[in-house]
């Protein structure tokens, strides 16, 4: 049992786990930087540290501070959240180094599928469906150019370390190809440090579907079905919903089973999530996050239950309390990521909270990490927070949703609400009826 857990991130999340330990009567210890000084999770937490000034690189990133942290309060275990550290191998080994648990998978598994060349040779060997592409890196124009002619236009370029769209781009003919191939990997070398990239045969109207998994170090291991990721802007999701509506119970069955055989068959310990491209009636495996997820809560309240806590009894060396057989989906959730940017525009807009009041009532749950008072800093990601709301079906969900958010009001700084009184109101949403593009059509279309 874990006696104290320092959580190395900020904002909603780190709320998130510190409800949880606290449901679970573990001592906790926020992480701060001088800008979140007035933070919640700094209010909320039994302990706090001062972990350096505002930029990340100099604070939540920093590890040497995060281990004096864990050192000076004695944690014996941290829990990641998502961004930050969530992903970083070489911080969970240091922490393993130090005898102070990481509530994740082991570094190996970080490692092999935060890669996303090997990650794909993974998912191929384990069974998982994926896309047409490369084997490897495309280290030259002229391999780049053989290998789409092999698999057919139009084709997309990656970068190998890549993630949130950075070093993406799409070739349609031989003629983009050669521009799209050195641009990909410019922009990989500018922001990972690494200028490999792969290729994939490019679908043109796919959905983004996600798979939520879980393991343990017993050999067991499940999936809580999947969650729909396909209303993005620039390869960020807004908006997430559970169970998808473009599926049925025998496809939901099929591929969640799918990705359940192959965590086991890996080995794979605590939360993960793999996400694909749905296309005609195939998937095609993405990538692997091996991390909780931003739209964890909308898996939560469709299932009945608690994923940190789950995270944390895993990471503790306990087998999972449920089994394939316990998991049942009843009801439908939908999440708004609420993000402090003009919804027109989407330039972030730091500054003070006014007025701030979170609608309530059945079926309604809002994560978020601030209040009224409270300053937004221009240094981190811009969401304020997620309203997840929950109803039986999906039609009733949306109904739902339209009414709550009338009642979220937050005043000071402008905020994504009136784009998501927008859409929950448009015939393709309410019918279901999107794929990953959908969106950006959309704003094209009303907003410029």
Known sequence: MFDKILIANRGEI?????????????????????????????????????IGPPSSHLSYLNIPALIAACEITGADA?????????????FCEILQQHNIGFIGPDAKQIRQMGDKIEAKKTAKKFGLPVTPGSKGSVDTIDEAIKIADDIGYPIIIKAKAGGGGRGMKVARTKEELREAYYSAKTEAKAGFGDDDVYMEK?????????????????????????RECSLQRRHQKVLEEALSPALDSKLRKSIGEISAK???????????????LYQDGEFYFIEMNTRLQVEHPVTELITGLDLVEMQIKTAMGESLAV???????????????????????FIPCPGT?????????????????VYTGYKVPQYYDSMLGKLIVYANDRASC????QR????????????????FKNLVTNKDILEGNYNIKWLENYLDTNYC
Do not use: W
């Open 78 to 90: 941290v829990h990641p959240g998502y961004g930050f550290m969530s992903e970083n191998a070489d």
């Open 353 to 369: 909270i006014e007025y701030y009041h979170a609608p309530s009532g059945p079926g309604v749950r809002v994560d978020s990490a």
């Open 398 to 401: 949306l109904k739902r949703l």
């Open 14 to 50: 780190a709320v998130r786990i510190i409800r949880a330990c606290h449901d679970l009567g573990i001592k906790t210890v926020a992480v701060h930087s001088t800008a979140d000084e007035n933070a919640m999770h700094v209010q909320m937490a039994d302990e706090s540290v001062c």
């Open 323 to 345: 089994k394939q057989k316990d998991i049942n989906f009843s009801g439908h959730a939908i999440e708004c990521r609420i993000n402090a940017e003009d919804h027109r525009s």
């Open 262 to 276: 192959a965590i086991r068959e890996i080995g794979y310990k605590n939360a993960g999530t793999i996400e694909y």
């Open 202 to 226: 490019f679908l043109d109207n796919p959905r983004h579907i996600e798979i939520q998994v879980f393991g343990d170090a017993h050999g067991n291991a499940i999936h809580l079905g999947e």
């Open 404 to 419: 709550v958010l009338d009642e979220f009001i937050i005043e000071g700084i402008h905020t994504t609400i009136p784009l």
